[in-house]
C-alpha cells in the first residue's frame, strides 16, 4: 500500500488560491498543470470535489489528491 505524502503549508495571509497552493507545494510543476489537476477533478477540499481553479484555501482546510493530503496551518510566529 503506498504511503500517503502528508505536507503542512504555512499559510501568509488570509487565503491562497487553490492553483497557487498546489504549486507552492510542489505537488503540480506550474499553474497551468494545477488547474488542469483541478478541472480534472482530482482535487477535493475538506471531503469534497473542488473544480473552481482559484477556489480560496484558508486555515484549517484540507487540501487531497491522489498521494498527497495537505493541510493548510497559520504561519508560525518568529518573533
Known sequence: MATLQQIT????GEF???DKLL???G???SGGFAKSMI??????VDGQ?????????????VV?????????VA????S
Request: proline share 0%; aromatic share 2%.
Open 75 to 78: 504561519q508560525k510566529d518568529e
Open 49 to 61: 470535489d473542488e473544480l473552481r481553479k482559484t477556489a480560496k484555501i484558508r486555515l484549517g482546510q
Open 9 to 12: 503549508f504555512e499559510l501568509r
Open 39 to 44: 478541472t480534472d477533478g482530482q482535487i477535493q
Open 27 to 29: 505537488l503540480a510543476s
Open 16 to 18: 491562497i488560491t487553490l
Open 64 to 72: 487531497s489528491l491522489h498521494g498527497a493530503r495537505i493541510k493548510v
Open 23 to 25: 504549486k507552492a507545494c
